[in-house]
């Protein structure tokens, strides 16, 4: 008797350890938006997003994959289970928060406009002329655009693109005359060679936070507490250099 009650807890936790105290979280990211999520050159999920999640899984006691998929639809899928979190550069909104939590806000953006380097466009022209302005579907920048063009009666022709690249894309190739996004991947963008330059900023600036679904409420604290730690260690520091420095 006394053997398997020693003993039973010692297995649970020899099992434990490999096979069932960790779970698994998948964390959909929209992986053409560096530098916080995108795919590198051997095909894996990597960016700032990407690092900073894997440490605190590791911190914290659990796994985590991560799952390339359309931006547009990342909210419903985090919805229908088919993700766990959405830990890839998405900004804190009302919107989002009526469907989703969001972890305390871990990185601050501001939106910009970008145009074709050498361009003499400014946020005034761009807002109340007739720019043919790109945006990245299903961000708050699109929403905001939208709502402002009816609300202020702004000028601009807006165009919607998957993602911020091809946006970037399509500027350099003349097709639209400006886009915007936030700050980060524009400046990415352009340390990487894209003849783009910022010519001004858009709406008021933004939290990042990690979107999980409302019933999570484990998965939510465990991303809370991890951040807390990874903020004061000095990975963090090395994080911000790796990705965000310019
Ligand atoms: N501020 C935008 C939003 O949250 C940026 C979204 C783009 N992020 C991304 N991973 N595609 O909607």
């Known amino acids: 008797r006394m053997t398997t009650l020693v003993a ?41 997003d990407v690092d900073s999640m894997d440490w605190i899984a590791k911190k914290m006691g659990f796994k985590v994959t991560h799952q390339p998929m359309d931006w547009d639809g990342i909210i419903p899928n985090l919805l229908a289970k088919k993700i766990d979190m959405v830990c890839s550069g998405m900004s804190i909104t009302e919107e989002r928060r009526e469907k989703v939590n969001f972890s305390n806000p871990y990185w601050n953006v501001k939106q910009v406009f970008i145009a074709k380097k050498g361009s003499t466009l400014n946020a005034d022209q761009i807002l109340k002329g007739k720019v043919k302005l790109g945006v990245q579907r299903g961000t708050s920048e699109a929403e905001a655009l939208q709502k402002d063009k009816e609300a202020k009666g702004y000028g601009y022709d807006l165009r919607f693109y998957d993602s911020a690249p091809l946006a970037i894309e399509d500027v350099l190739n003349g097709r639209i005359e400006a886009a915007t996004m936030d700050n980060l991947p524009a400046d990415d963008a352009a340390a990487k060679g894209k003849a783009i330059q910022v010519v001004g900023v858009y709406g008021d600036p933004e939290d990042f936070g990690v979107a999980t679904r409302k019933e999570d409420a484990e998965l939510l604290k465990m991303i809370n507490d991890g951040y807390k730690l990874l903020m004061a260690d000095p990975y963090w520091e090395q994080l911000k250099q790796k990705h965000l420095a310019k």
Do not use: Q, R, W
């Open 8 to 48: 039973a807890p010692a297995l649970v936790l020899a099992l434990g350890g490999v096979a069932f105290a960790e779970k698994t979280y998948i964390n959909g990211i929209d992986a053409n938006y560096p530098p916080f999520a995108y795919v590198d050159k051997s095909g894996k999920p990597a960016g700032f």
